[in-house]
């Protein structure tokens, strides 16, 4: 009997576990599991992991059991990751800090067209002027990676030109003799051929009427290598970018850039919207900018640099356009250097007037123009010779530079009060401001970072636009005149009836006359 | 430029092209804190540096507990030795703008004289307006405060009871915002707020959004942004006073303004743009 009842109450407890095992397979309606699952996974999870306290932290293990069975959808599409400004600019500098693999290591140690820009960065944050160490940095990788790239004989790292949009990194170098002329051949040879388009394009149809004006004459620009051309600029706006080479600037550029004052924007091929216009785009006004910046302010303590030797006669007075690195300069201690600007002197030549270093007579360039009118030489009536425009000779010390609007021309003094042992002299700009120039012994530097736009005193007013030109001369036969008024012409008809009258008595006469001698 | 960030932030800024020497950091360093003791100032901060032509100022604000209205000014020579400038009253302003022409000189006690010709009636009348050169500095220091002092959207809250303070919470600009010029602000009073239309209000929060934003300017093209240092900081250029710095990191906290120039207003600024 007991077995029956035993089998009874294990049946009933089976059925029992039967119908809960079921209600626990029940799915949930809101997250589709059963609690016979979960509980199984949350089971096997305690029997691998055997976590201790394991009754503590059940709960926790029961939310990651849940957690863990969702399951990240993945979309087909997967995520283009877009690179920003800032990733592709490092990926370019990268290419900067790769060091070739081919160069010796002795060719590096001898020969250096680079000057230390670390120590120049360095006496320049003494200075109180700079760009920052890293941003030197890189300037200095860049400049290195330039001169590989254009061979060049000489680079130096000439400064920064703030713009609206970006900035300038400019660096100003010197090309190996024999290098930079094929490029002047090529632009020739491209003005020759548009010429001679021109030429045809105008015998075809008939020409209209010739106009009598005469452009003043164009002053030419300066062989490169020469005056305002000696160096070659190239620019970037962030060190790692390719550099670009700016185009030799003429003197029709430098006249212009005096009158104008305009914000570099940063972008080469923008053009300058100015009056008077400006014959170019940026890049021109920026090389125009930089070579009077370079002829404004670029000193040197005096001795640094001597006087070429003069080929040809010492008895004509041309101005001297070179100088030389003295190897006897002993260097002049630093106090003497920040009181007295006689110390320093220039070494780039001024730019004259014309917008040129070296002044050319410009009516001499007519009469060879035109070698076949001979006969025009007699009829145009030569103005008296212009005088030649002479310009402070290279090297003349600060101590003369001309004050303007009442203010020294420059400001000059020691990097430190303290300690003044080891100071360097500084000296600023005070017509470009942003330039400046450091001395401490035997080494010196100039640099400019600034707008790229010499201070003009209170005001800046923009040329005046010409007076409008007179189309014809004025002569009596267009001249108007009065119409004559009734009196007048009443008057005049009298005068003219007397006059017939005293005619006919005179014909009268002279007919009698004859009439007599006929007789 | 906050005086417990200067010798990082000052790297920030070097792209304008002006740094200070080593020494004069640490001398500020020393100095500003003396001076927060000694002025009882919730903050000090760099502020620039104005050139003259024989010497340099130095220029400090310390901030109170109102950002905006307690502000005091302090000027020194060799970043040790700091001097309390006059606050700026309109007066003096005037008095300033008619007398005084060129450059500094960096002498506090120099006078400059302007003789001026009035015609009144019949007679001529010379009118000397004499300023003396620390005047001409305060007035110059309040004035580039007034129009070309930047802050980022958010930097600064105006609380309930009209004080404007430093706002704890402020976890920088994005990178995206940080090119838009409307999200930089001026940090002055405001001069254009309530002539903006009511749904543009709508998007604006009152607490942040109580100074003029930087492209309400005229002219339009006065402020130059530009991302520097390997395109790290964002670099705001002021066009009228030339000289002006600000930097903000994008995402992060940092921000700050610094002045080193000669202390002109660029009036030729249409003819440059």
Request: charged letters at 30%; hydrophobic letters at 35%; aromatic letters at 8%.
């Amino acid at each position: 009997m007991e077995t029956a009842d035993g089998n009874d109450r294990s049946e009933q407890s089976l059925e029992a576990a039967a119908s809960f095992k079921s209600f626990m397979l029940k799915n949930s309606t809101k997250s589709n599991m059963n609690l016979y699952d979960h509980l199984t996974r949350l089971l096997m999870k305690v029997m691998d992991e055997r976590p201790q306290n394991v009754v503590d932290v059940c709960e926790d293990m029961s939310l990651d059991v849940k957690q863990g069975l969702f399951e990240p959808k993945q979309s087909t599409l997967r995520d283009l990751p877009q690179t920003t400004a800032a990733e592709l600019l490092a990926e370019q500098q990268r290419v900067l800090f790769t060091r070739p693999e081919e160069t010796d290591q002795e060719e590096e140690l001898v020969d250096t067209p680079i000057p230390n820009v670390s120590e120049i960065g360095f006496y320049l944050e003494q200075a109180g002027v700079g760009l920052g160490r890293e941003e030197m940095q890189r300037v200095f990788l860049a400049l290195k990676q330039l001169v590989e790239v254009q061979a060049l004989m000489r680079c130096r790292f000439w400064g920064k030109i703030l713009g609206t949009e970006r900035s300038y990194i400019i660096a100003e170098a010197e090309y190996r003799e024999g290098e930079e002329e094929e490029e002047e051949e090529q632009s020739e040879d491209v003005a020759e051929e548009e010429e001679r388009e021109a030429e045809s394009q105008e015998n075809e149809v008939d020409p209209p009427p010739p106009s009598s004006f005469k452009p003043p004459p164009v002053v030419q620009k300066e062989v490169i290598g020469t005056g305002a051309n000696k160096y070659v600029y190239f620019v970037c706006t962030e060190p790692g970018l390719p550099w670009v080479k700016l185009p030799p600037v003429t003197p029709a550029q430098i006249t212009i850039t005096r009158q104008i004052r305009k914000f570099f924007t940063g972008k080469l091929d923008r053009p300058v919207v100015s009056y008077p216009p400006f014959p170019g785009n940026e890049a021109n006004y920026l090389r125009a900018q930089i070579a009077r910046i370079s002829a404004g302010s670029q000193v040197s303590p005096q001795g640094f640099f001597q006087a070429g030797e003069e080929e040809g006669d010492e008895e004509e007075e041309a101005p001297r356009d070179s100088c030389e690195v003295n190897p006897d300069f002993e260097g002049i201690p630093v106090p003497e250097m920040s009181e007295s600007l006689s110390t320093w002197v220039h070494h780039v030549q001024h730019i004259l007037q014309q917008g040129r270093c070296s002044w050319v007579n410009l009516s001499v360039k007519a009469e060879e123009e035109s070698p076949e009118e001979e006969e025009a030489e007699e009829r145009e009536e030569e103005p008296d010779e212009a005088e030649p425009e002479v310009g402070p000779p290279l090297l003349t010390p600060l101590s003369q530079d001309a004050e303007m609007f009442n203010t020294p021309p420059w400001s000059s003094k020691m990097s430190s009060i303290l300690t003044s042992q080891h100071a360097i002299a500084v000296l600023r700009s005070n017509l470009w401001p942003g330039a400046y120039a450091y001395a401490t012994g035997k080494k010196f530097e100039n640099f400019y970072v600034g707008w790229g736009l010499k201070y003009g005193g209170e005001g800046y007013s923009p040329p005046v636009p010409p007076l409008p030109q007179k189309e014809y001369p004025s002569g009596p036969e267009i001249t108007e005149s009065l119409d004559p008024s009734l009196e007048e012409e009443q008057a005049l008809k009298e005068a003219l009836e007397e006059q017939q009258a005293a005619q006919e008595e005179v014909e009268d006469s002279d007919e009698a006359e004859e009439e007599e001698d006929n007789d | 430029m906050d005086s417990n960030s200067l010798s990082y932030s000052l790297e920030l800024v070097a792209g304008s092209g002006y740094t200070l020497n080593v020494e004069q950091r640490t001398a500020l360093q020393t100095s500003l804190v003396i001076l927060q003791k000694n002025y009882k100032f919730d903050r000090v901060v760099f502020w620039g540096k104005i050139l003259g032509l024989n010497e340099d100022y130095f220029i400090a604000q310390g901030r109170g507990e109102d950002e905006m209205k307690d502000k005091k000014n302090l000027y020194s020579f060799n970043c040790m030795d700091w001097f309390l400038l006059p606050p700026a009253t309109d007066s003096m302003i005037e008095e300033v703008s008619r007398g005084a022409k060129g450059r500094f000189i960096g002498d506090p006690s120099h006078v400059y004289e302007h003789h001026e010709i009035l015609r009144q009636g019949k007679r001529d009348e010379e009118v000397v307006t004499k300023v003396k050169e620390e005047s001409r500095l305060a007035v110059t220091v309040h004035q580039i405060d007034e129009e070309v002092s930047v802050v980022p959207r958010g930097a600064f809250v105006k609380s309930p009871h009209g004080l404007v303070q430093v706002n704890r919470s402020f976890g920088g600009l994005s990178h995206s915002e940080a090119r838009k010029l409307d999200n930089f602000l001026h940090f002055s009073k405001p001069k254009n707020l309530k002539k903006k239309s009511i749904l543009e209000f709508g998007d604006l929060t009152p607490a942040l959004d109580f100074l003029d934003a930087l492209s309400d300017d005229i002219p339009k093209g006065s402020w130059s942004l530009q991302f520097e240092c390997a395109s790290k900081v964002c670099v705001l250029r002021s066009l009228l006073w030339l000289g002006l710095t600000f930097y903000h990191v994008p995402m992060t906290p940092q921000h700050g303004y610094i002045y080193v120039g000669d202390g002109t207003k660029n009036l030729d600024l249409p003819f440059m743009l």
